[in-house]
């Protein structure tokens, strides 16, 4: 991109300046590699010792540790926050599409907004809405009677079966399919039976999710994501699965039928969720948490056994392995210890 001047990042950061306001900022950098045109960031006070080092033309940092920076600085509450809006000013991604592709197959009677680009050999069924600013990449389908609201971009390759609604301002990476069959079959005497999945999907505003991740259509009720959720890449998202405004969910997670999550709450990558149950508002489930029973207290909960050595390893599970032996053992002794009454 074009550079921009230190002065107008201060300016649409809300930051101040310290230093030359006029210094041509092009890109963002980690104070490891940045160069002269480079802006960079400190968000840990305990890296500041990086800083005499540090050849970036700018930095990002508090009013704590200004006093150490050798360069033109912008001073603000919330370093890493501010690199997270700098990102985006700095942002050189492109668009998913621009315009509308000549091998796009687009339904005769879809809706498409002002501004729509549609990519090569995507596929927009009929009765499809899209809205003003949609962007949707090569080799999408959207199937049939699917809403998108605006300013939402899918990358190449998403599939959105019917009758899906997505909000506006919503992205969605490449590969994820959006729709697809819930896991419901019946058992006839070891034969099983489909269950059509009569439901849909709806997806909230300002959504984000990752590649290849999978959100199932409801069986008979919707699948709900709701507004600000962010899910990151190679998840499962079961039929009927509720998940609150603001939730986020780390890579790999695979969530159960019926579920439904909180609003603000955190799910660790390669956690596992049983189904038919609910997990309350501001929870956090760290990396690799199975979670079979309900929640109904804020807190962070974890489960399974952290990395050891493969020797440790092994005398952990044999204790394990063990442990309803162990038990009845202890209580032997403490029956053992435990004085007779004299009556």
Not at 23 to 40: H, L, N, P, V
Not at 213 to 227: E, V
Not at 232 to 249: E, L, S
């Amino acid at each position: 991109m074009a550079s921009i001047s230190l002065a107008e990042l201060a300016r649409q950061l809300d930051a101040v300046v310290h230093g030359d306001g006029n210094i041509a900022i092009s890109s963002i950098a980690s104070m490891q590699s940045a160069g002269a045109e480079d802006i960079t960031f400190l968000a840990n006070s305990r890296y500041r010792e990086q800083l005499s080092q540090c050849k970036a033309a700018a930095v990002v940092l508090t009013e704590a540790d200004l006093e150490f920076c050798k360069s033109a600085a912008l001073v603000v509450t919330n370093p890493y926050l501010t690199y997270a809006k700098l990102a985006q000013v700095l942002d050189t991604t492109p668009q998913p599409a621009e315009n509308i592709a000549p091998s796009a197959v687009i339904a005769s009677d879809a809706t498409l907004g002002d501004g729509v680009s549609i990519g090569a050999n995507a596929v927009i069924e009929s009765g499809v809405v899209l809205g003003d600013h949609v962007v949707i990449g090569p080799g999408c389908f959207i199937g049939k009677n699917t809403v998108i609201g605006s300013h939402s971009r899918l990358w190449a390759n998403v599939s959105v079966y019917h009758e899906i609604k997505i909000g506006r301002h919503c992205l969605i990476q490449s590969g994820t399919v959006i729709g697809a069959d819930g896991f419901g079959y019946a058992n006839d005497r070891g034969n099983w039976i489909k269950i059509p999945q009569l439901g849909t999907v709806v997806i909230g505003d300002r959504v984000e999710i990752g590649a290849c991740t999978t959100i199932d259509r409801g069986a008979l009720d919707n699948t709900q994501i709701g507004n600000g959720v962010i899910i990151d890449n190679q998840c499962q998202i079961a039929h009927n699965v509720i998940i609150g405004d603001n939730t986020a969910v780390a890579g790999g997670v695979i969530m159960a039928g019926s579920l439904k999550i909180g609003r603000y709450c955190m799910i660790g990558g390669a956690s596992v969720i049983n189904g038919h149950m609910e997990i309350c508002d501001k929870v956090t489930v760290t990396g690799m948490g199975m979670v079979m029973r309900p929640i109904s207290e804020p807190g962070i909960y974890s489960s399974g056994i952290p990395l050891q050595t493969n020797k440790q390893w092994r005398k952990t599970v044999a204790l394990v392995m063990n442990i309803n032996e162990i038990n009845k053992r202890l209580k032997t002794l403490e029956r053992q210890a435990t004085p007779k009454s004299d009556t």
